[in-house]
Every structure is written in structure tokens, then in C-alpha cells.
């Protein structure tokens, strides 16, 4: 079993930056790859960006491309996902979710509400 619990959501400006983080626990947590995912209102659960396991290997939707970076810490337990050149369409709720792939999500977290204001 794999718990994830999102935090560093908040209220921020057009062209401001966040850092959301992602604690991971349960047993070999650091062998799963980890993902970000965001949902607005009335809209589809939107793919932001995922990691592989070592860190190593990173991918992005394209709407973020440039923008976001998602890193994982030394211990392999600990996700961010750093948002710069932030906009009103970024608004949404973001979840982590973990897998055994960068495609396969089995656990997901409660997620972390960011507002974008312009």
C-alpha cells in the first residue's frame, strides 16, 4: 500500500511560481514512478507530469512544457513539481499519483487546490 499526500497549494498571481510537494510512504514507495495530475471544474483529469522511480527519465504534458519541472528527492520518497510563469488556465486541483509505470497510476493522493488570479 502506497499513501501520497500533497501540500503547497495556495492562491498566486499570473506569472507567479509554486512548489507543490508529494510525500510518499509504504513499503519499496521508491521504486514506483510518481505523476502529477490536475482537474478544473467541469473539465477531464489533465496528465501535468511524471518521473520514473531513480529520477532519472521525466516527461510532460504540453501545456507545461517549459514551464513546470518535477524532481524527486535523494531518498526517492519525496516528489515536487516546481510551476513557474503560472496562468489563470492553470487553475485546477493537482493530485500525485503513483504506479509502476509512467503510464499505470494504482494510488493517488487527496490533491492541493491552486488558484491562479489574473
Known amino acids: 500500500q502506497v499513501q501520497l499526500t500533497e501540500s503547497g497549494g495556495g492562491l498566486v498571481q499570473a506569472g507567479g511560481s509554486l512548489r507543490l510537494s508529494c510525500a510518499a510512504s509504504?513499503?519499496?514507495?521508491?521504486?514506483?514512478?510518481i505523476g502529477w495530475f490536475r482537474q478544473a471544474p467541469g473539465k477531464e483529469r489533465e496528465f501535468v507530469a511524471a518521473?520514473?522511480?531513480?529520477?532519472?527519465?521525466?516527461r510532460y504534458g504540453d501545456s507545461v512544457k517549459g514551464r513546470f519541472t518535477i524532481s524527486r528527492g535523494n531518498a526517492g520518497n519525496m516528489v515536487y513539481l516546481q510551476m513557474n510563469s503560472l496562468e489563470p488556465e492553470d487553475t485546477a486541483n493537482y493530485y500525485c499519483?503513483?504506479?509502476?509505470?509512467?503510464?499505470?497510476?494504482?494510488?493517488w493522493g487527496q490533491g492541493t487546490q491552486v488558484t491562479v488570479s489574473s
Open positions: 509504504g513499503r519499496t514507495v521508491n521504486k514506483y514512478h
Open positions: 518521473i520514473n522511480w531513480n529520477g532519472g527519465s521525466t
Open positions: 499519483a503513483a504506479g509502476p509505470s509512467d503510464s499505470i497510476f494504482s494510488y
